[in-house]
């Protein structure tokens, strides 16, 4: 299997799953324990107007998306947090707004756009040194970010009104997670791409809650299934000729599933010993 991991594309995208996962596994765990997935996936799709942006000025996708899904994320969280307008409703607009706006501006673009499909679903081996030079920079934003905040966002992970009761700025801090939220997305989308991306920040966090409450327990094994899942997912992608992003959801979807039934044959059997 390490013959595969000769090629530099291939080092490339080992690397790009490894610092994914760990954008993934740490904010993935805020999505499930605050019950946001909803939004996160608003952001997600929203942000692909920022991709249609990049070509249409005629650079990198990349230099659209990050200003993009933050703008999108603060206008979700401000619209949900100040406006009576319900939030799923809210998201709704905005995620099909990005959508369209993408495409307008993909459609205004000259030429055609070659790696579009990649930025879609994923395409993990055309990963550059330069995309992961972006990753490992939004990762470090990440980590600072919620190490500065941990206590914070511990509060309004579990009790946001008992954080506002305690003097915590919890619009605030909500704003700012959706912006790590989005900072996800950016790192993620060459991995698995805007459409799958929800998957690979809920399945590892969902898998980790089944089995510890503790939020640090649970980042360090999110972080851990992110990158064992990642790589199952390319050496079979690699093997047998299938799309990477897709092979590496399935996985995982997977491991979720075998999770959830030693979960559930787990408390059966202690019913029954209890007995």
Not at 34 to 57: E, N
Not at 69 to 82: C, D, E, F, Q, Y
Request: proline content about 3%.
């Amino acid at each position: 299997m390490m013959d595969i991991f000769q090629y530099e594309f291939m080092r490339n995208a080992l690397l790009a799953i490894l610092l994914a996962s760990i954008a993934c596994g740490i904010v993935g765990v805020y999505v499930v324990v605050k019950r946001i997935v909803f939004i996160s996936g608003g952001i997600a799709h929203a942000s692909f107007g920022g991709i249609g942006l990049g070509y249409f000025l005629g650079i990198n996708p990349i230099w659209g998306l990050i200003p993009f899904s933050i703008t999108s994320a603060l206008v979700m969280g401000l619209i949900s947090k100040r406006t009576k307008i319900p939030e799923d409703t809210a998201i709704g607009i905005l995620w099909a707004l990005g959508v369209s706006l993408g495409i307008i501006f993909i459609g205004l673009s000259p030429g055609y756009a070659p790696d579009l499909f990649s930025y879609l679903f994923g395409n993990i081996l055309t990963v550059t040194s330069a995309d992961l030079m972006v990753m490992l920079v939004l990762d470090l934003v990440i980590i600072k970010v919620v190490f500065l905040f941990y206590k914070e966002f511990l509060a309004l992970s579990f009790d946001d009104e008992f954080a506002t009761v305690v003097g915590i700025p919890t619009e605030k801090l909500y704003l700012l997670l959706l912006c790590l939220i989005a900072l996800t997305v950016v790192v993620l989308m060459r991995v698995v791409g805007i459409i799958l991306v929800i998957a690979l920040l809920t399945i590892p966090a969902a898998i980790s809650k089944q089995f510890t409450a503790n939020l640090k327990k649970m980042m360090f094994i999110s972080v851990l299934l992110s990158a064992i899942f990642g790589i199952m997912g390319l050496v079979l992608s690699y093997q047998f000729n299938l799309a990477s992003g897709a092979t590496i959801v399935m996985v995982s979807g997977i491991g979720f599933m075998l999770s959830w039934l030693y979960k559930y044959k787990y408390k059966k059997c202690k019913i029954q010993v209890n007995r």
